[in-house]
């Protein structure tokens, strides 16, 4: 049987983590892609210091949810995520966000700059690309990062190097399908962090839908429960 209904699944040993006693598997098997992304985008790539602004585009989104969640547990000082539509604020407030802007509706750069007092944001996440990017740019703080990891607007961004030196800002990038496959080795920190929160119950896993079929999932769940009683994700 091929796919995910399979009994037996060869994995990189370097991309299998232990996951702890007190962790579903249902949590566990929902929180390495959003989770382990937005745990690198703040704490590795964007190095997030305690009492940072963040600024989080799609906050609504696994990534945006998580990283806002993340945010907070980093100890950053304001936690702001922009949305595309006014039904979405009520989820990344859920999330835990201070300030949740509707960009179709609001100028954002110019709401950050009015939250932060002119200051701007310290760490930009960005999946969106184009000209979100570029006007990301606009409230990005002195010494700010901006980190660039997807493109779902489709549309590309443009920067100028004069607005990055003399500010000494940075535009980072990062991607979880180059990092498995690269440098699969640089995950580890990001999931005994991650797997740790989510054991101490201060980080949760929002599952839209579980999709598991009820006629397949008893005989292969049980079928993993006896042929292999080790927990990884």
Do not use: W
């Amino acid at each position: 049987m091929m796919g995910s209904y399979a009994e037996y699944v060869a994995a990189d040993e370097m991309l299998t983590f232990p996951i702890p006693e007190n962790v579903d598997f249902d949590t566990a098997a929902a929180c390495p892609i959003v989770s382990f992304t937005a745990f690198k985008l703040l704490a590795d790539v964007g190095r997030l210091e305690p009492g940072e602004t963040v600024l989080i585009h799609a906050a609504a989104g696994g990534v945006g949810t998580t990283a806002i969640q993340l945010a907070k547990i980093l100890g950053a000082g304001c936690v702001i995520g922009t949305v595309g539509s006014a039904e979405k604020m009520a989820t990344a407030f859920e999330a835990g966000a201070d300030h949740v802007i509707c960009y179709k509706n609001e100028d954002f750069a110019e709401k950050v700059m009015e939250i932060t007092e002119g200051r701007g944001a310290d760490v930009i996440l960005d999946s969106i690309s184009g000209q979100v990017s570029e006007k990301s740019l606009e409230c990005l703080a002195k010494y700010g990062r901006l980190v660039h990891f997807g493109n779902a607007s489709g549309a590309v961004g443009h920067f100028q190097t004069k607005d990055l030196h003399a500010s000494c800002r940075s535009v980072l990038g990062f991607s979880l399908g180059t990092t498995r496959k690269e440098r699969p080795h640089l995950l580890h920190n990001a999931a005994d962090h991650v797997l740790t929160y989510l054991a101490e119950g201060c980080l949760k896993m929002k599952i839209g839908k579980n999709l598991r079929s009820k006629k397949r999932s008893r005989r292969i769940v049980g079928s993993k429960a006896a042929r292999a009683p080790a927990r990884f994700c």
